[in-house]
């Protein structure tokens, strides 16, 4: 029996045309399944990215708003908070605008994710993390 299997194993050479063509079709169908929805997922990310860069910027706002204990200090804009040393790029932002309100400061922003906008227009906190009132375009 053990020299039945070993001269079965020796005569074989190796794959047949027909196998390799069959292994080529298959990865080329998993090819053209996996290729699409990684590119979704990566759109996916960078759209988050610009919502995650709008969390910081109104997080460095509510800084500003406490260390700028004024009354008349209502708005903030990205690039004051950049010169102001609260952060240091806006990320993915084109711009930002946060306003101070008695209900929790609000962001207006607008923002590149690939070659979609990402924007909002007064969002809360709580607007951002459920990604609530978002638009991408």
């Not at 070993?6 to 045309?17: A, F, H, I, S, V």
């Not at 009354?71 to 932002?93: H, R, S």
């Amino acid at each position: 029996m053990k020299k039945l299997l070993q001269k079965r194993l020796n005569n074989e050479k190796g794959l047949t045309l027909v196998e390799l063509l069959a292994v080529i079709v298959i990865l080329g169908i998993i090819a053209a399944i996996a290729i699409p929805s990684i590119g979704g997922i990566i759109q996916g990310s960078r759209e988050k990215a610009v919502i995650a860069d709008a969390q910081n910027t109104l997080s460095a706002a509510n800084l500003y708003f406490v260390d700028n204990n004024s009354k008349d200090t209502d708005k903030v804009e990205i690039a004051d908070l950049i010169a102001d040393g609260f952060m240091e790029d806006a990320g993915q932002l084109d711009s930002a605008t946060v306003t101070k309100t008695t209900g929790g400061n609000t962001i207006t922003f607008s923002g590149k994710a690939g070659t979609k906008t990402v924007s909002g227009t007064t969002l809360t906190k709580t607007d951002l993390n459920e990604k609530e009132n978002v638009t991408v375009n």
